[in-house]
T-cell receptor
Framework: EAQVTQNPRYLITVTGKKLTVTCSQN?????MSWYRQDPGLGLRQIYY???????DKGDVPEGYKVSRKEKRNFPLILESPSPNQTSLYFC???????????FGSGTRLTVV | GIQVEQSPPDLILQEGANSTLRCNFS?????LQWFHQNPWGQLINLFY???GTKQNGRLSATTVATERYSLLYISSSQTTDSGVYFC?????????FGAGTTVTVRA
C-alpha cells in the first residue's frame, strides 16, 4: 500500500531532551515536507526537500533540523525541544513539487 | 505571499443535504488541492485540481484558475463527511493552506 509512515503517533517529552520524528514513504517520491498544525494558525511548513541531500527552510524552521540521506526517509529532529513546539506534526510527500501530496497520519507532540 | 481564503468557516448539515465550499486565492497558481481532515486528525487528499472539474463519488471539485477560485461540492452528505476541509495552493515549493471549513453532518 502506498503510504507515508510517521512515528511515533504520540509523544510526550520534557524540555531539552532531543527527539526525532521519523517519516518514510514507499512511493519513490522526490519531494518531502514537514508541517506543523496549531489551533488558529493552521498548517505551516517547517522544512522541505526536493530530493536526496537537498533541503530548505519553510516558514517556521527555528528549533528544527532535517536530513535527507535516502529518498524514502525524511526525519525531523528537535535538538532541544521547548513547550512552544507542542503541536501536531505532519510529514508529506509528492512525486515532484507541484503534484498531489500524500500526508502521514500525524505525530502529536507534547513538550512539558 | 499568496493568500488563501475559505468560506464558510463552519457548516452544519443534515444528513442527505448538499453543500458547496469555496476557496479563493490571491494569485495565479499551478497547483490546487483539497484535503479532508477527519475527526481523528488524519489529512486525506481529496483532489489535485489546478483547473477544470473532477468527481470522486459524492464529492466533486471545480477550479477556475483565471478567476482564482475553487469549489468543493458535497452531495448527499453523510456523517462520515464531518471534519475540516482545507484547500491548499502551491507557492514557492510549499503548499499554503486556507483556514479550513469545519463541516458537521448530523444524522
Amino acid at each position: 500500500e502506498a503510504q507515508v509512515t510517521q512515528n511515533p503517533r504520540y509523544l510526550i517529552t520534557v524540555t531539552g531532551k532531543k527527539l526525532t520524528v521519523t517519516c518514510s514513504q514507499n512511493m519513490n517520491h522526490e519531494y518531502m515536507s514537514w508541517y506543523r498544525q496549531d489551533p488558529g494558525l493552521g498548517l505551516r511548513q517547517i522544512y522541505y526537500s526536493m530530493n536526496v541531500e537537498v533541503t530548505d527552510k519553510g516558514d517556521v524552521p527555528e528549533g528544527y533540523k532535517v536530513s535527507r540521506k535516502e529518498k524514502r526517509n525524511f526525519p525531523l529532529i528537535l535538538e532541544s525541544p521547548s513547550p512552544n513546539q507542542t503541536s501536531l506534526y505532519f510529514c508529506a510527500s509528492s512525486l515532484m513539487v507541484g503534484f498531489g501530496y500524500t500526508f502521514g497520519s500525524g505525530t502529536r507532540l507534547t513538550v512539558v | 505571499g499568496i493568500q488563501v481564503e475559505q468560506s464558510p468557516p463552519d457548516l452544519i448539515l443534515q444528513e442527505g443535504a448538499n453543500s458547496t465550499l469555496r476557496c479563493n486565492f490571491s494569485d495565479s497558481v499551478n497547483n490546487l488541492q483539497w484535503f479532508h481532515q477527519n475527526p481523528w486528525g488524519q489529512l486525506i487528499n481529496l483532489f489535485y485540481i489546478p483547473s477544470g472539474t473532477k468527481q470522486n463519488g459524492r464529492l466533486s471539485a471545480t477550479t477556475v484558475a483565471t478567476e482564482r477560485y475553487s469549489l468543493l461540492y458535497i452531495s448527499s452528505s453523510q456523517t462520515t463527511d464531518s471534519g475540516v476541509y482545507f484547500c491548499a495552493v502551491l507557492n514557492d515549493y510549499k503548499l499554503s493552506f486556507g483556514a479550513g471549513t469545519t463541516v458537521t453532518v448530523r444524522a
